[in-house]
């Protein structure tokens, strides 16, 4: 059993998510349970930021390495028409459990995506108008996998966006990615007016948006 969390996303009392964070999923290798079953900071700036600068009406919106969904989710109660939750296997019942608990479910959907891998169920109809990430720059080795998804899932017109606490390693994520040939372009460095969702105001966050230069949706 989880504990839920009424998160609020905007300055309009009725703009808020609910979301289940648990300790049920559980990594196959280590036995340690998966830290994106909880909220992580970065989602809550992500989730306070995009309702001002943002617009969602009848938009597609992709979440890559969703966790507990609060930046997918938050697009969805903006006035998305589609949004797909994607995570590895192990997340997903968590994922479900919050589109539900939201009342969501005839626009959310709920995918398994390992970047880099087959994501022909993601792509299969289309491209996405929005894609939305936060605290996905842990690994500079994950980002090849992560950049040949976004090349997958971008159209032309597509816009990339990344919430990312500043660690250490933040820049050699983002250098891997423009090694690829994506434009990373930094919107905002600052505590973003979050100081009532992120507990810690000593730790500065930074808002991305990540733009391919050059389209392979098809690229195997």
Excluded: Y
């Amino acid at each position: 059993m989880g504990i839920i969390r009424e998160i609020p996303v905007a300055e309009a009392a009725a703009h808020k998510v609910l979301v289940e964070e648990s300790d049920d999923a559980i990594d196959s290798i280590t036995g340690r349970p998966l830290t994106g079953s909880w909220v992580w900071d970065s989602a809550l700036v992500l989730s306070r930021w995009i309702p001002t600068h943002l617009n969602f009406q009848g938009k597609s919106v992709l979440e890559l390495g969703a966790g507990a969904g609060l930046p997918g989710l938050t697009a969805a109660l903006l006035g998305a028409n589609r949004v797909v939750l994607t995570d590895v296997q192990q997340l997903l019942p968590g994922l479900l459990k919050n589109v539900e608990a939201n009342g969501f479910t005839d626009r959310v959907e709920v995918k398994q995506l390992v970047w880099g891998l087959d994501d022909s169920g993601i792509t299969e109809s289309s491209t996405f108008d929005i894609v939305l990430m936060s605290d996905v720059f842990f690994d500079s080795e994950d980002m090849i996998g992560l950049g040949k998804t976004l090349r997958r899932v971008c159209g032309e017109a597509t816009q990339v966006w990344a919430a990312t606490e500043m660690r250490p390693w933040t820049g050699e994520c983002l250098d891997q990615l423009m090694a690829q040939g994506f434009q990373v372009v930094e919107q905002e460095t600052s505590q973003l007016s979050v100081h009532a969702a992120v507990q810690d105001s000593n730790t500065f966050f930074a808002i991305f948006q990540i733009k391919p230069t050059l389209v392979e949706s098809s690229q195997s």
